[in-house]
C-alpha cells in the first residue's frame, strides 16, 4: 500500500494534494503491462540512472490516492516525464505519445494535465500507472503528481508551459531574427567580419534551442542521432561565438580560429557519423566546453572594463545574465537538484537589445567619422576652389593678353590682305591713268577701298553667313581689280549653299583668297586667272589657277615669297585646311590649292 503525502518543501494549496511517494518497476521496449513482480518504492521526481544505470527501455510508475468525491471534477498534473510516456489512470488510458520506442517522442519538455471526471475518477482509492521509455545516458525520469483542484492545476499547467515551451520558442524564433539581421548586415560589409561570426553562433545556437521544443527526433532515426547533432551545434556556436569575442576586442589570432573551428568542424562530422558514441557520451566533451565558455565570458568582460569602450562595456552587461542564468540551467542539465525547467530563454531579449545597441553606437561612430570626413572634404574643396579660381583668373588675365595681340596681329594681316591689296590696286589703277585722272575715277577707288574695309568689319561682326553670300563682294572687287590690269577672271562656284564656316574661318577664307588674287596681280604677269570652289561630300576645296609667270625658281613647288605666302600658310593651319602653292598642272603659272574639313 502506497502513502498519500500531502505538501512538500513548498507548501501546495490546501485543495491540492502532491504525490512523492510511488512504486517503480522496470521492463524491456515492448511490454504493454506492467511486470507482477519486482515493484520498488520510490520518491517522486526519479531519476532511474541512479538506479538502474544500465538501463535502457521502460519503467512503470504506480501512484495511488484516496478520492473523496467523484462526481466533482478534478485536475491531474503530471509535472515531468522523460523522455516518453503512456499514462493510465484506472486501468483505462488517457494519454500515449505517438512513439514508446525508438525513435521516442520528446515529450519532457511540458508537463501534462488532464481534468478526470466520473466514471474514469472513483471515490475512494485511484490508482496512476505510467510507463516511461527513455535512455539511461539522458536523465530518464518521472517527475511529482499533483490532484486537486482543476482551476489551480490548471493555470499551474498554463504558467509551466508558457515558461517550459512558450518562451523557449520565443527565444528560438528571436535568435534566428537576430541571427538574420547581423547575418545581411555582414553580407552588406563583409569587411565586418564580426557580424558573420556572431551570425553563424547565433544560427547554431538557436539549432541547439530546438532541442527544447522538438516533439520527435526527426529527421533522425534515433535519439541518439537528435542528441548527438544538438550536441554538434553547441560546440560549433560555442566555437563562432567565442571568435566573435575575439574581433569584437579586436584580436585577431588566425591560427588559434582555425584551430578551434576544425575542432568545432570534426565534432559536427563526428556527431553525424558515429551519433551512437557522440550523442551518451556527449558530457565527456560538452562539459569542458562549457568550462572553456564561462573563461571566454569573463575574460572578455575584463577586457570590457579595462577598454573604455561603450559598447563592449554594454555587451559585457548583456553577458552577465545569462552567465548567471546558466549556472542554473547546468544545474538542471547535470541534475544536481531537481529542477525541470531551463530559463536561458529569459536572456535572449538581453542579448537582442546587446546587439542593437552595438549596431546603433557603430553606426553612430561612422556617421560622426563621415560628417567629420565630410566638413574636412569640404574644407580641402573650398581650398582647392579658392587655388583654381585663382589659377583660372591668371590664366584668363594670360588669355585675354594673348587675345588682345592675337587682335592685333589678325587687324595687321587684314589691312595687309585686304586693305592693303586694294591699295595696291588703286595705286596701279592711278599710276596707268593719265595725268588728269576724272573726279569720278578718284571716288570709285575710294569706295572700293571703304567697301574691302567692310569685309574686314562685315566677317568679323557677322556670327552666322552663307560663304556664298560673304564672296559677293570679294569676287566684285577682285573681277574689278583683275579687269583692270588686263586679267580675265572666271569663277567656279559649286555646292556652296548652306555652308557657314564661321566669322574667324570665314575672313580667313576670303583673305586667303584675295592674297592668291592679289599675287596674281602684282606678280605673275598673268592674262587668265580660274577660280575655283565647291563643296565635296564634308570637304571644301578651293584651286585658283593663272597662266603667268609661275614661282621664282629659287624656291620651286613651295609657298614662299615674303609676308603674304606666310599668311596665307598661317591661315591655312588656323582653318585647318592644307594648303599647296606650286606650278600648275598643264601649262605655265601658278596653282594655289586648299582643303579643308567643314565638320571642324
Keep these: 500500500m502506497l502513502l498519500l503525502v500531502m505538501g512538500s518543501a513548498l507548501a501546495a494549496p490546501p485543495a491540492v494534494a502532491r504525490i512523492v511517494q510511488a512504486e517503480a518497476v522496470r521492463s524491456g521496449w515492448e511490454a504493454q503491462a506492467p511486470p507482477l513482480q519486482g515493484w520498488e518504492p520510490v520518491t517522486l521526481a526519479d531519476q532511474w540512472q541512479t538506479r538502474w544505470p544500465d538501463h535502457d527501455g521502460v519503467v512503470w510508475y504506480r501512484l495511488r490516492w484516496q478520492q473523496g468525491d467523484a462526481g466533482e471534477p478534478t485536475g491531474l498534473l503530471l509535472d515531468y516525464t522523460c523522455m516518453a510516456a503512456a499514462v493510465y489512470l484506472n486501468g483505462s488510458l488517457i494519454d500515449r505519445d505517438p512513439s514508446l520506442v525508438e525513435p521516442l517522442s520528446r515529450s519532457w519538455h511540458v508537463p501534462r494535465y488532464y481534468l478526470l471526471q466520473s466514471p474514469l475518477l472513483r471515490q475512494g482509492e485511484n490508482e496512476l500507472l505510467v510507463r516511461v521509455s527513455g535512455l539511461v545516458a539522458y536523465q530518464p525520469s518521472f517527475g511529482v503528481v499533483d490532484v486537486g483542484d482543476a482551476a489551480v492545476l490548471q493555470a499551474r499547467y498554463r504558467q509551466e508551459v508558457r515558461v517550459r515551451h512558450d518562451l523557449q520558442l520565443l527565444d528560438t524564433a528571436i535568435g534566428f531574427v537576430l541571427a538574420g539581421v547581423i547575418g545581411l548586415f555582414w553580407l552588406l560589409r563583409r569587411k565586418e567580419a564580426m557580424y558573420g561570426w556572431y551570425a553563424l553562433s547565433a544560427v547554431f545556437g538557436r539549432m541547439y534551442d530546438t532541442n527544447f521544443v522538438a516533439t520527435s527526433p526527426w529527421p533522425f532515426t534515433t535519439t541518439d542521432g537528435w542528441q548527438a547533432f544538438i550536441a554538434g551545434c553547441y560546440v560549433v556556436a560555442a566555437a563562432a561565438h567565442t571568435v566573435f569575442l575575439l574581433r569584437f576586442s579586436e584580436r585577431r589570432w588566425p591560427r588559434f580560429e582555425r584551430v578551434l573551428m576544425g575542432l568545432a568542424a570534426v565534432a559536427m562530422a563526428a556527431a553525424l557519423l558515429w551519433p551512437q558514441w557522440m550523442g551518451p557520451h556527449r558530457n565527456l566533451y560538452l562539459v569542458p566546453l562549457i568550462a572553456f565558455l564561462y573563461v571566454v565570458s569573463f575574460t572578455f568582460m575584463g577586457y570590457a572594463l579595462r577598454s573604455g569602450r561603450r559598447d563592449a562595456q554594454v555587451l559585457a552587461l548583456c553577458i552577465v545574465l545569462p552567465i548567471l542564468v546558466s ?227 629659287t624656291v620651286p613647288g613651295s609657298a614662299a615669297g615674303g609676308a603674304g605666302m606666310a599668311s596665307m600658310q598661317l591661315r591655312a593651319r588656323r582653318m585647318g585646311g592644307d594648303l599647296q602653292v606650286g606650278p600648275a598642272d598643264d601649262r605655265n603659272g601658278t596653282r594655289v590649292q586648299l582643303e579643308l574639313d567643314l565638320a571642324r
Excluded at 491 to 507: F, K, P, T, Y
Excluded at 510 to 527: D, G, I, S, V
Design 327 to 553: 549556472l542554473h540551467d547546468l544545474g538542471v542539465y547535470m541534475g544536481w537538484y531537481g529542477g525541470v525547467s531551463y530559463l536561458g530563454s529569459f536572456t535572449s531579449p538581453l542579448m537582442l537589445l546587446g546587439m542593437g545597441f552595438v549596431l546603433a553606437y557603430r553606426f553612430a561612430n561612422t556617421m560622426k567619422r563621415v560628417e567629420g570626413f565630410n566638413a574636412e572634404l569640404r574644407h580641402e574643396v573650398q581650398q582647392a576652389t579658392s587655388q583654381l579660381s585663382e589659377t583660372l583668373n591668371a590664366q584668363h588675365a594670360l588669355e585675354l593678353a594673348h587675345s588682345r595681340a592675337g587682335e592685333r596681329l589678325q587687324l595687321v594681316r587684314d589691312l595687309h590682305d585686304g586693305f592693303g591689296g586694294t591699295l595696291v590696286g588703286a595705286i596701279a589703277r592711278l599710276e596707268q591713268a593719265p595725268q588728269e585722272m576724272p573726279r569720278s575715277k578718284v571716288i570709285e577707288l575710294l569706295r572700293e577701298m571703304r567697301d574691302d574695309l567692310r569685309l574686314v568689319i562685315d566677317s568679323t561682326a557677322r556670327e552666322h553667313a552663307d560663304l556664298a553670300e560673304m564672296l559677293v563682294p570679294l569676287r566684285h572687287r577682285a573681277s574689278t581689280l583683275l579687269e583692270a590690269g588686263g586679267i580675265d577672271t572666271y569663277w567656279h562656284l559649286q555646292d556652296l549653299h548652306g555652308v557657314e564656316l564661321g566669322a574667324s574661318r570665314s575672313l580667313d577664307l576670303l583673305r586667303l583668297m584675295q592674297e592668291a588674287l592679289t599675287n596674281a596681280f602684282k606678280h605673275a604677269h598673268a592674262t587668265r586667272v580660274d577660280i575655283t570652289l565647291r563643296r565635296d561630300g564634308d570637304r571644301l576645296q578651293l584651286q585658283i589657277d593663272d597662266d603667268g609667270i609661275g614661282l621664282p625658281a
